[in-house]
């Protein structure tokens, strides 16, 4: 997986002020029914509506129980490393990472559900599983996964923390697409919001939501890729 995080490609921007916010409200159905956009913000209805098919973000996809088994399932490993934090070139800042191909029986069944949600029947996936653990300082920066080892959609579990994942149009910096990473939610991007959009998963100091403050604490998260076609 390092490979994969080699790759990306970075790209380098100013940090901005959120003047503008938006969320989303248009009224589809799902939004009658009142179970989401409490997770999608952005500097324009515009922008909103461009990703809006391609972002999706299942508040409590895990119970407490099954993050704890994920946890226990991915802490040995981990904790035999270090966060590394003195890579200026790297994507990442203050992370250790992982992946892993076989999982215990109560893992796997969370990891088929997963899939059955993300990726369409049939997709090939990359095989291991990608564990990426960011320490309370750590952050990612924008980037793209690279094009050339990963597919049109990635699906992720967020255990210990909440976060914010701020998309941003790739060929325009000025807008941008806040998605609320709730601590045991699943995340899934796919195909423009993977392609046209740089993701990142923003510090501590910078994580607010609405004009709302949501702390960052240790994150690890699990990530499920399908490969390129
Ligand atoms: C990555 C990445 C997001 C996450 O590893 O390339 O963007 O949820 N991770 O950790
Ligand atoms: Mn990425």
Known sequence: MTLLIRVVKQVQRKSFQCHLLYRFSSDNAALRKGHECKWLCGSSQEILSAV??????????????????????????????????????????????????????ECESILRRVRAV???????LLGPI???????????????DSVKFCGSTIAG?????????????????????????????????????????????LKDEDSFFSGQKVPRHRRISVICRNLPV
């Open 52 to 105: 809006r098919e391609q972002v999706d973000v299942r508040q409590n996809f895990i119970s407490e129980e099954e993050e704890n088994a994920l946890f226990k399932e991915v802490e040995p490993g981990l904790r035999k490393k270090r966060y590394e934090f003195d890579h200026w070139d790297h994507a990442i800042h203050g992370y250790k990472e992982t992946e892993r191909l076989q999982w215990g029986v």
């Open 157 to 201: 579990l967020s255990l210990l923390s909440d976060s914010i994942m701020r998309l941003v149009p790739e060929n325009n910096s000025a807008d941008w697409v806040d998605l609320l990473l709730s601590r045991r939610s699943l995340y899934i991007l796919r195909d423009d919001a993977r392609f046209k959009f740089t993701h990142e998963i």
């Open 130 to 144: 990608h564990v990426l653990d960011l320490d309370k300082e750590g952050y990612i920066k924008p980037h793209i």
């Open 118 to 124: 993300a990726f369409p029947e049939g997709s090939p």
